[in-house]
């Protein structure tokens, strides 16, 4: 194991992934105390989450933990897509096809979650200061992930393949927002992979 002093004290494997396997209530635990479950009775919460396995979320098809009778084990990659689908919901609910498309580009998604937790602060989620005349500077950091997803009539109209850009790039998307075709905006996956660390550190009253 390696041992990573960023974000947290949260232990590594050799491939600098958060060292996390939780059980299921504990998954719970973590995406509550993330605030995921923010105006929801647990109960409700606890089985939206578990109703999420049926449409393949976190687990692929026949991946251990899927089956309610089963025990489940959730990784950091696990939970880290279950934040992005939280994350996602649009009324309470996640449209199918951006479901779809989160289990279709799983594998290329969990590099992403890597990434962010990595360059919180360096490489591409490197700071960058904002400045103005006549107003207080402030600074970004961290890994910024932007799913391309357009909706338009209540619909999705497109959804490309997502990408991780820099503090700097997210304020370009950002300032040429198009109207009135509204996207969903990049946000600091950075942000979230610590959070995520961070909750799992606290429920396990340690290294998880």
């Keep these: 194991m390696r041992e990573l002093r960023f974000p947290t004290k949260a232990r590594l494997t050799s491939e600098l ?14 995406l509550a105390a993330m605030g995921f479950s923010e105006g929801v009775k647990p109960a409700t919460f606890n089985h939206y989450i578990k109703s999420l396995r049926k449409l393949g979320v976190p687990f692929a098809y026949r991946e251990h933990g899927v089956g309610s009778e089963r025990r489940v084990s959730y990784s ?8 992005l689908v939280l994350s996602l919901r649009v009324y309470g609910t996640i449209p199918d096809r951006v479901i779809a498309g989160i289990i279709e580009r799983r594998h290329e998604l969990y590099e992403l979650y890597r990434r962010a937790y990595i360059e919180y602060s360096t490489g591409l989620g490197a700071p960058v200061r904002v400045t103005a005349q006549g107003r207080a500077e402030f600074e ?11 909706f338009g009539g209540g619909r999705v109209i ?10 700097f790039e997210a304020l ?6 198009e109207i009135p075709f509204p996207a969903h905006l990049p946000f600091n996956l950075s942000e979230v992979a610590a959070a995520l660390v961070e909750a799992a550190l606290t429920k396990a009253g340690g290294v998880p």
């Design 76 to 83: 950091y990659g696990h939970l880290m897509e279950l934040c």
């Design 172 to 177: 370009r998307v950002y300032s040429k927002l």
């Design 158 to 167: 497109e959804f490309r393949p997502p990408r991780v850009i820099s503090p």
């Design 140 to 150: 970004l950091h961290g890994v910024y992930l932007d799913m391309r997803i357009r």
């Design 17 to 30: 992934i958060p060292d996390i396997q939780v059980s299921h209530g504990s998954a719970v635990w973590i």
